[in-house]
């Protein structure tokens, strides 16, 4: 491989510090890696899980990125993201229990980032403007500004680009009939921050997913005074406490209240949307934006990574699928990028690749709800980690399996729930505080031992 490769790696969340990570591992081993330069418009690593109290615009102008709040926890066991070369264990030196706030998350992410040199490859508060592939000498080029010194670069000419931005940083915003004249408080799932603010309302919740579903509970946690979750195609249908109601989505918004189609009427004091994100991708001209709906499959992506439709397989995207499992997928895939990148995968012809997604795409369809969604990305993190020959079993399908269950059961205590690491066979301890009544969410509170 030629020294003169360059590789722009775009975010440096998990996906796209995954991706140095495993370009650091075979430098480490003395092997030959390319240039790599990664552009991240926060000041510092971490993507949606660097806290920041701000919303709408940033101190520089930027859309802010994250969609953080305060009172966080995982909404999965961290089994199911621990990576097997650095286990939670080896980074807090004690088992800790299944289910962690975002301090303690993001703490175990940046102890493992920690490990390589890796920061030198990030130019933090740069936003990337512009990307276009030149057809003549099949390379990118590469516009970003310096936000600190509020400065155009020039183009930069990269042989690979890494999108790893994410995709659960630009709000969908729905228009419903009534809305523009609400007296009370509206706002998306990205711009909220902090759950004691509710105290004693009553609430609004527009959406079905994980955000629905965790916003609920948190406002009911902080003291909300009742709670209404409107869905548009299915309820999440748990066994919610007696403040929580589901009602299929509201036809019209009359002043402060809020008519549901089964005839019944609410007066509300916020709304909040939880109606998702777009894939929003400004920068990359037409022809390499990745467009599609939050799927398990993203179409147009072999191995749901490298982009099949133009660039000539120069272009990967990472992190951009629905997800149970993160980290260790996102860690795969990163595996699998650098590997092809450096000469040590191969792939098959443009066909074959495309056969190859559209296959995926096809069974995708046909997935008959949470479980087999389940099995469905534990078949593909197992193919892609093949193929990267990543070299641990990943699955944890069994987990999730019961995580599913548990939710099933209880809304309100499947995250008192302990699991034991496929990595170290440990079993996690039973948290000190019940989920609903722990309403410190620092570090320090999390790994203290109860007296």
Same mark, same amino acid.
């Given at each position: 491989?030629?020294?003169?490769k360059?590789?722009?790696?775009?975010?440096?969340?998990?996906?796209?510090?995954?991706?140095?990570?495993?370009?650091?591992?075979?430098?480490?081993q003395?092997?030959?890696?390319?240039?790599i330069?990664?552009?991240?418009?926060?000041?510092?690593?971490g993507?949606?899980?660097?806290?920041?109290w701000?919303?709408?615009?940033?101190?520089?102008?930027?859309?802010v990125?994250?969609?953080?709040?305060?009172?966080?926890?995982?909404?999965?066991?961290?089994?199911?993201?621990?990576? *097997?070369?650095y286990?939670?264990?080896?980074?807090?030196?004690?088992?800790?229990?299944?289910y962690?706030?975002?301090?303690?998350?993001?703490?175990?992410?940046?102890?493992?980032?920690s490990?390589?040199?890796?920061?030198?490859?990030?130019?933090?508060?740069?936003v990337?403007?512009?990307?276009?592939?030149?057809?003549?000498?099949?390379?990118?080029?590469?516009v970003?500004?310096?936000?600190?010194?509020?400065?155009?670069?020039?183009?930069?000419q990269?042989?690979?680009?890494?999108?790893a931005?994410?995709?659960?940083?630009?709000?969908?915003?729905?228009?419903?009939?009534?809305?523009?004249?609400?007296?009370g408080?509206?706002?998306?799932?990205?711009?909220?921050?902090?759950?004691?603010?509710?105290?004693?309302?009553?609430?609004?919740?527009?959406?079905?997913?994980y955000?629905a579903?965790?916003?609920?509970l948190?406002?009911?946690?902080?003291?909300a005074?009742?709670?209404?979750?409107?869905?548009?195609?299915? =309820?999440?249908?748990?066994?919610? =406490?007696?403040?929580?109601e589901?009602?299929?989505?509201?036809t019209?918004?009359?002043?402060?209240?809020?008519h549901?189609?089964?005839?019944t009427t609410?007066?509300?004091?916020?709304?909040?949307?939880?109606?998702g994100?777009l894939f929003?991708?400004?920068f990359?001209e037409?022809?390499?934006?990745?467009?599609?709906?939050?799927i398990?499959? =993203? *179409?147009?992506l072999?191995?749901?990574?490298?982009?099949?439709e133009?660039?000539?397989?120069?272009?990967?995207?990472?992190?951009?699928?629905d997800?149970?499992?993160?980290?260790?997928?996102?860690?795969?895939?990163?595996?699998?990028?650098?590997n092809?990148?450096?000469?040590e995968?191969?792939?098959p012809?443009?066909?074959t690749?495309?056969?190859?997604w559209?296959?995926?795409?096809a069974?995708?369809?046909?997935l008959?709800?949470c479980?087999?969604?389940?099995?469905?990305?534990?078949d593909?993190?197992?193919d892609?980690?093949?193929?990267?020959?990543?070299?641990?079993?990943l699955?944890?399908?069994?987990?999730?399996?019961?995580?599913?269950?548990?939710?099933?059961?209880?809304?309100?205590?499947y995250?008192d729930?302990?699991?034991?690491s496929?990595?170290?066979g440990?079993k996690?301890p039973?948290h000190h505080?019940?989920?609903?009544?722990?309403l410190?969410?620092s570090?320090?509170?999390?790994?203290?031992?109860?007296?």
């Amino acid at each position: 491989m030629s020294k003169a490769k360059r590789v722009c790696v775009i975010g440096a969340g998990p996906s796209g510090m995954s991706v140095l990570y495993h370009f650091h591992q075979l430098k480490t081993q003395g092997k030959e890696i390319p240039e790599i330069v990664c552009f991240d418009k926060q000041s510092d690593w971490g993507g949606l899980w660097k806290y920041s109290w701000e919303t709408g615009i940033d101190q520089n102008g930027e859309a802010v990125h994250g969609s953080m709040y305060r009172g966080l926890w995982s909404n999965g066991p961290k089994e199911c993201l621990e990576y *097997p070369d650095y286990t939670f264990e080896d980074h807090y030196k004690k088992a800790i229990p299944s289910y962690p706030p975002r301090e303690v998350l993001f703490d175990y992410l940046k102890g493992r980032w920690s490990k390589g040199d890796l920061r030198p490859w990030i130019r933090f508060s740069h936003v990337v403007r512009q990307v276009t592939y030149n057809d003549s000498t099949d390379d990118f080029s590469v516009v970003a500004k310096d936000l600190t010194e509020d400065k155009d670069l020039p183009p930069q000419q990269f042989d690979y680009l890494i999108v790893a931005s994410g995709h659960f940083s630009v709000p969908n915003i729905p228009s419903f009939p009534g809305i523009d004249r609400f007296p009370g408080r509206i706002m998306h799932s990205h711009d909220f921050r902090n759950a004691n603010q509710f105290k004693d309302q009553t609430i609004l919740v527009v959406g079905s997913s994980y955000s629905a579903e965790d916003l609920a509970l948190q406002t009911l946690k902080y003291g909300a005074k009742k709670i209404y979750c409107t869905y548009k195609t299915r =309820p999440m249908g748990f066994k919610w =406490p007696s403040q929580i109601e589901e009602k299929q989505l509201f036809t019209k918004i009359e002043g402060s209240t809020v008519h549901f189609k089964d005839g019944t009427t609410a007066d509300v004091d916020v709304i909040i949307l939880c109606t998702g994100y777009l894939f929003y991708f400004p920068f990359l001209e037409e022809r390499l934006r990745l467009k599609s709906t939050n799927i398990l499959y =993203p *179409p147009g992506l072999y191995k749901c990574t490298l982009w099949t439709e133009s660039a000539n397989n120069k272009l990967l995207y990472i992190g951009m699928q629905d997800q149970y499992y993160t980290y260790t997928m996102f860690d795969a895939q990163a595996k699998w990028a650098v590997n092809y990148i450096t000469g040590e995968l191969k792939l098959p012809d443009h066909e074959t690749m495309v056969k190859d997604w559209k296959k995926w795409v096809a069974r995708m369809k046909e997935l008959k709800g949470c479980h087999d969604d389940i099995d469905f990305q534990t078949d593909f993190l197992l193919d892609i980690a093949k193929d990267a020959n990543y070299g641990y079993n990943l699955d944890t399908a069994e987990e999730f399996h019961v995580w599913e269950k548990h939710k099933q059961v209880s809304i309100l205590t499947y995250r008192d729930q302990s699991y034991a690491s496929r990595f170290t066979g440990t079993k996690s301890p039973i948290h000190h505080t019940t989920f609903m009544e722990a309403l410190d969410d620092s570090m320090q509170t999390f790994l203290a031992t109860k007296q």
